[in-house]
């Protein structure tokens, strides 16, 4: 059903999305979706906690492989890693992590680009060891605003994100983030 939801997402947006059309999509009775989601918005809850999922566990794999030797090179790799998302991951590019149905989408306390940017700082505080306080948590929420918005703005320019706005977001970040972990 998420995959289902996915595909009518890139067709149709956030706006096509119905129950209805999740059922025949994925080939199963409307009672089936309201079985595990009473409305299209829970269904892209799902898919948008199934997305955060996967871009945390590609991040993670990419500092568990330890391949990357100063915290810059895993924030340029964390943006990479979600512009091909936008790029190749059904559904990603309208509803990502859930702005586009509701800002408060993964948690109720909290907006979705709140829930991010804490998940990629505890990644970066565990796989550096900086001391996580609140401005560094301030920082991280301004520098996910920020990439989210160039990155918004890339794709805007091209359909496959314009590569140097992108490449222009992440020397942004790893300049700012900067001021904050390399001490």
Not at 31 to 42: E, I, L, M, N, T
Not at 156 to 170: L, S
């Amino acid at each position: 059903m998420l995959d289902a939801c996915a595909e009518i997402l890139d067709e149709s947006g956030y706006e096509g999305l119905s129950t209805t059309r999740i059922a025949q999509r994925a080939g199963v009775a409307i009672g089936s979706v309201y079985q595990f989601f009473p409305d299209k918005r829970a269904v892209a809850q799902a898919l948008a906690l199934r997305n955060l999922e996967q871009f945390g566990e590609r991040i993670g794999e990419l500092l568990a492989a330890g391949s990357m030797d100063r915290w810059s090179a895993t924030v340029g790799r964390a943006i990479d890693i979600f512009v091909e998302m936008h790029r190749t991951v059904p559904g990603f590019r309208i509803l990502r992590f859930g702005d586009v149905a509701d800002l408060h989408l993964l948690d109720d306390s909290a907006d979705n680009n709140a829930v991010v940017a804490q998940r990629l700082r505890e990644l970066i505080v565990q796989s550096t060891g900086v001391a996580d306080t609140p401005r560094l948590e301030r920082a991280f929420s301004i520098a996910v605003e920020s990439a989210d918005a160039l990155i918004k703005m890339a794709f805007r320019r091209e359909p496959d994100g314009d590569d140097q706005v992108i490449d222009e977001a992440k020397e942004l970040i790893q300049n700012y983030l900067s001021t904050y972990l390399d001490r």
